[in-house]
Each structure stands twice: as structure tokens, then as C-alpha cells.
């Protein structure tokens, strides 16, 4: 399909270090989404590069597009998402924003998983509450 030429025309310009390349190839497969997987999907690649980029912005534009998916995302892509924004955030040095996405995600692990990989959220969480 078309929507997966694009995803690989975007890997390999990614894979090449052509990342504004990359980023539109990734962002034309919208026009052929068939599932809200499709856009989780192509959220996830926007959101790396836009993370490489420094572009915080985006990367929370796309981060609230991946959240509103009509179907339920699962407890990893809430979490990845939610810890990238909090990055994102710190990159906007909106330092109370970022505490709460990450605190949401630790606390999201902890009630989700039998063995929470907690301590390097606790860790980062404990930073980011310690300058705000």
C-alpha cells in the first residue's frame, strides 16, 4: 500500500540521517490511515524525530493526536507517550507540567505491572520536583 511506501521511504532517510526527509515522508502516510493503529503508528515516528529535532511542540501536537485515538491505546504507548511529553515539557522548561506527566506514568506502572521498573522514574520524577 501506499501508506507503507512511505514508511519506509521515511525509515530510510531516517536510517540515513535525513531527518527532515524522514519527517515528511512519515506525515504523508496520513492520508491513508485504515486504523487508528495507522495513527498511533505514524505518531510514534513523528514523535522520535520531532525529539531529535528539539522540536517540543510538535512533539506534544502529536503526542495529544496519539491520545485521541477513537480506540483504547495500551498501557505501554500511554506510557511512552506520556513520558515523552514530560520530556518534551522539560525541553520547554515547563518544569511542574513535566513532574505531572511523569508522576502520572509512575504511578500508571506501579498499578499496571506485577514488577514496576519504578526506581528510574522515581529518580527523575524526585529531580524534577527538587527544581521546580
Do not use: W
Amino acid at each position: 500500500s501506499i501508506r507503507i511506501c512511505y514508511n519506509d521511504l521515511g525509515d530510510f532517510y531516517y536510517s540515513h540521517g535525513r531527518l527532515t526527509e524522514a519527517f515528511k515522508s512519515y506525515i504523508k502516510t496520513e492520508e491513508y490511515f485504515s486504523a487508528s493503529e495507522h495513527v498511533v503508528q505514524m505518531c510514534m515516528k513523528a514523535i522520535l524525530i520531532s525529539v531529535e529535532l528539539g522540536h517540543n511542540v510538535r512533539v506534544l501536537n502529536f503526542v495529544s493526536k496519539a491520545q485521541g485515538c477513537q480506540d483504547p491505546l495500551s498501557p505501554i504507548a500511554i506510557a511512552k507517550l506520556q513520558a515523552v511529553a514530560g520530556l518534551a515539557r522539560l525541553g520547554r522548561k515547563e518544569y511542574k507540567l513535566a513532574a505531572q506527566e511523569v508522576c502520572f506514568t509512575l504511578f500508571t506502572d506501579y498499578c499496571n505491572h506485577d514488577h514496576p521498573s519504578l526506581f528510574p522514574f522515581e529518580f527523575f520524577c524526585v529531580c524534577i520536583l527538587i527544581f521546580c
